[in-house]
């Protein structure tokens, strides 16, 4: 999380999204950070239980469940990103 956020310093990945957060006011990034708490929340319920999002999880294709999951799991990842790049720039 804190090398993504020394490359957004220095202009690289997510660099447009770490701009964003130094336009926000204080209250404005503390609900950025609830708001990236509730969805790396859920997306971690999701991970544990995938059959909450999916009723039918059982009957996808193992290739399809596997995608699903790394999708949620790339979202946490983000999320924890922004979530400490935000938490930063609130310092």
Sequence with gaps: VKKAYDAAIAGGKHSGQLLQFMKQTPKQLGNSIASFDDLIAEHEMWLANP????????????????????????????AKIYKYMAEQVLK
């Design 51 to 78: 059959k909450i999002k999916y009723p039918n999880w059982d009957s996808m294709s193992a290739d399809y469940q596997s995608r699903v999951l790394s999708h949620w799991q790339g979202d946490i990842d983000r």
